[in-house]
């Protein structure tokens, strides 16, 4: 046998998954099954020999540009409401597609399990089909596709270019170069709505299936106790997008004491269906002096990432203005890249930062100079459950 590795190793691997797989039946814990998932994931990679593995490595591109053409052809929604065997010249006639391009990302979909083939030109629901109907799946698969695999492809040549210094800096990345634009994806997305919607409404799930925050973090404990009563805000969502992440505390925690205030570009808060009796909307603009003073909570998700370290520096030094000195706290919902052993996820989500913002995620210690030069010291890094987004607890240095 002729693989990447060895046998001893493949038979390592396969110890690996069985131990990791029969912990998560013992115990449920997250870690087991991501253990677990790694294990397979690099039993599967051994037993492919090297020259094919290097071809579908090359090919797997494929891969998402057929469920992204799937999403346009009504596959995904057609086979989920049928819930039956549906056959080819049914699903082509969805959108009048020919017989023989259907069947194309149809062999694709059913070799990802995106479908079942359950006969010959026949075809079922699976799991990932009944996924790919969830709107937030969708605009997810939109945006990294659309408005992401042009400047992925233009990404070597950019670095090329750039002698593959690490380029920083929102108005003279890699998306700038692709589409060949001077202004930071903030300003351009607005001009391509259909953009601008995946890109929103991606963000309301992008944690993906990862716990939410308010399931693992003290939230009491930290936050609320010590929290002055009703009248002062107890929490502002500091470019919060639609107000997802605000409406769900608001829901978890309804007795809270305080105001909550979303805060986002005018055209992001104004597309905002968040219920206004509990939810205050504030259009504000991160490079400006913060407009909610004194809160007990400034609520960061997602937000330093877009950013390079110069930028960011500016964003903290005007929340960091707002601030009551032994009072008001910062929570921010991000990764914190480990030095070794990077979840692969993370490092992912890494590229995409610097595609769409010419940015990226960062350590532990680079977490913590960036605050400390902004006035910030961190009080602890929570540790997500699972590979998701941890939390950054921080407050304004003595
Ligand atoms: C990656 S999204 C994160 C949204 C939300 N916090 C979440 O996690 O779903 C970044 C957000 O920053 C907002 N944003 C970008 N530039 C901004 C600026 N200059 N001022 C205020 N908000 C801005 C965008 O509109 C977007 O909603």
Not at 61 to 76: E, N, S
Not at 133 to 153: C, E, H, Q, W, Y
Request: hydrophobic content about 40%; overall charge negative.
């Amino acid at each position: 046998m002729s693989t990447n590795v060895p046998s001893e190793s493949i038979d390592k691997l396969h110890d690996q998954v069985s131990q990791s797989l029969n912990a998560f039946k013992d115990q449920h814990q997250e870690a087991d099954r991501l253990a677990a998932l790694k294990a397979a994931q690099g039993l599967v990679n051994a037993l492919q020999k090297p020259q094919d593995s290097v071809y579908h490595l090359a090919y797997s591109p494929t891969h998402a540009m057929c469920v992204r053409i799937a999403i346009d052809l009504g596959i995904f929604t057609t086979l989920t409401e049928r819930n039956e065997p549906v056959p080819l010249a049914e699903l082509a006639a969805v959108k009048n597609a020919s017989l023989i391009l259907t069947e194309r990302v149809m062999r694709i979909l059913a070799g990802i399990g995106y479908v079942e083939e359950h006969d010959t030109r026949v075809y079922m629901a699976t799991t990932m089909t009944r996924q790919m109907t969830d709107r937030l799946s969708i605009a997810m698969v939109k945006f990294i596709f659309d408005v992401g695999m042009p400047t992925l492809a233009k990404l070597p040549e950019f670095l090329r270019r750039h002698n593959f210094h690490n380029p920083a800096g929102a108005l003279n990345g890699p998306l700038q170069y692709a589409e060949k634009i001077d202004e930071s994806v903030w300003t351009w997305l607005p001009r391509n709505p259909e953009y601008l919607d995946n890109c929103n409404t991606f963000m309301e799930g992008d944690r993906g299936a990862r716990p939410s925050w308010l399931e693992w973090f003290p939230v009491k404990e930290r936050l609320l106790d010590g929290a002055r009563p009703d009248g002062d805000v107890l929490m502002v969502d500091v470019a919060g997008g639609r107000g997802h992440d605000l409406l769900a505390f608001a829901e978890k925690f309804p007795h809270a004491p305080g105001r909550l205030v979303l805060e986002d570009l005018p055209h992001v808060v104004d597309e905002s269906t968040v219920d206004t009796t509990r939810i205050e909307k504030k259009p504000f603009d991160l490079f400006k002096p913060q407009p909610v003073q004194g809160a007990r909570v400034y609520y960061m998700k997602f937000i330093l990432h877009d950013w390079s370290d110069e930028e960011n520096h500016r964003i903290l030094t005007e929340l960091a203005s707002a601030f009551t000195r032994g009072y008001s706290k910062l929570i921010i919902e991000e990764f914190v890249l480990a030095d070794r052993d990077c979840a692969m996820l993370q490092a992912m989500w890494d590229w995409e930062m610097l595609i769409f913002c010419n940015s990226m995620e960062r350590s532990l210690s680079q977490w913590t100079s960036l605050l400390d030069k902004a006035g910030f010291k961190v009080v602890k890094f929570w540790p997500p459950p699972g590979d998701g987004q941890g939390i950054i607890e921080a407050e304004l240095k003595d």
